[in-house]
């Protein structure tokens, strides 16, 4: 089954790719990797998840902020080659959390990307990650998330 078929199959639609916000690109290829861009939990071009987690928002909605932000990066990954086919791996996950003082469950809040990613790509997802706290997010975004794939022509 190839990523857009497990995608379907999970109940989830490839967005149109959120377009940047500032003076950057939503994605750089080069060679054989593609990065992107910080992805913010968009939908329907709206902030599906705004403020810190450990204040307004909690572990599972962090978990769901954290998977919308990897439907988006696939998104951008589709709009730099064409056809999500042609990921041979996700190589890195790069997490930013925004949350309240104390708040330590960063790793669970980016099981929501990796779980994700996983899901669509079985082996071929799975990927080195970080997952970092930080006090302010832009637009209160409640997460940020990178993605890095090694990518076929």
Request: hydrophobic fraction near 45%; include cysteine; charged fraction near 20%.
């Amino acid at each position: 089954m190839n990523p857009e078929e497990k995608l379907r199959q999970l109940g989830l639609v490839l967005p149109p790719p959120p377009p940047a916000v500032a003076a950057y690109v939503p994605w750089v290829r080069t060679g054989n990797l593609v990065l992107t861009s910080g992805q913010l939990p968009w939908k329907d071009g709206q902030m599906a998840f705004a403020g810190k987690l450990g204040a307004e928002l909690n572990e599972q909605q962090g978990y769901q902020a954290a998977r919308l932000c990897a439907l988006n990066a696939l998104a951008q990954l589709k709009e730099a080659i064409g056809d999500l086919e042609k990921v041979r791996r996700i190589v890195r996950v790069e997490g930013f959390v925004h949350c309240a003082p104390g708040f330590r469950g960063h790793p669970q809040v980016l099981n929501g990307a990796s779980d994700l990613i996983n899901e669509v790509f079985g082996a071929r997802g799975a990927h080195a990650r970080t997952a970092l706290g930080i006090n302010e997010m832009p637009l209160n975004a409640a997460l940020q998330l990178c993605l890095t794939a090694e990518v076929s022509d």
